[in-house]
C-alpha cells in the first residue's frame, strides 16, 4: 500500500525549484500536486492522458477548451487527453491534486 498526506506533499514541494511534484506513477495512473502561485502565469501544453484536478486549496480560473470556470477548495475539474487548459486569475495561492490517466508519460 502507498499512502500520502497532502499537507506533506505541499510541503515538500515548496522546498523544489520546480511548481509540480509527481509523487506517484504506476502504469494505469500518475498523481503530482501543482502549486501555481498567485498572479502567475500557467505555461503548461496539452498532455495525451486524461486529467483529473482536485483544488486543495486556492482560488483562480481555469479555462477548459476556452471554456472558463471558477475553482476553489474542493473543486474537481476533468480535462480530457489533447484539450487546451490552463489555470488562470489564480487569486489565492492554488495547491492542486493532479491525476493523470493512464500514467504521465513526461519523464
Given amino acids: 500500500m502507498l499512502a500520502f498526506e497532502t499537507r506533506e506533499l505541499i ?8 511548481r509540480s511534484l509527481e509523487f506517484l506513477r504506476v502504469p494505469a495512473l500518475s498523481r503530482g500536486i ?9 505555461t503548461q501544453q496539452q498532455h495525451d492522458e486524461d486529467e483529473v484536478y482536485y483544488v486543495v486549496e486556492g482560488r483562480a480560473l481555469i479555462t477548459v477548451d476556452r471554456e472558463d ?3 476553489e477548495a474542493g473543486s474537481l475539474v476533468y480535462v480530457a ?12 495561492e492554488l495547491n492542486v491534486l493532479v491525476f493523470f490517466a493512464t500514467a504521465l508519460t513526461e519523464a
Avoid at 484539450?83 to 488562470?88: E, L, N
Wanted: charged share 30%; glycine share 4%.
Fill in 69 to 71: 470556470c471558477p475553482v
Fill in 11 to 18: 510541503e515538500e514541494q515548496a522546498t523544489r525549484e520546480n
Fill in 34 to 42: 501543482d502549486v501555481p502561485p498567485i498572479g502567475s502565469k500557467d
Fill in 81 to 92: 487527453a489533447h484539450v487546451t487548459h490552463r489555470f488562470h486569475h489564480i487569486e489565492e
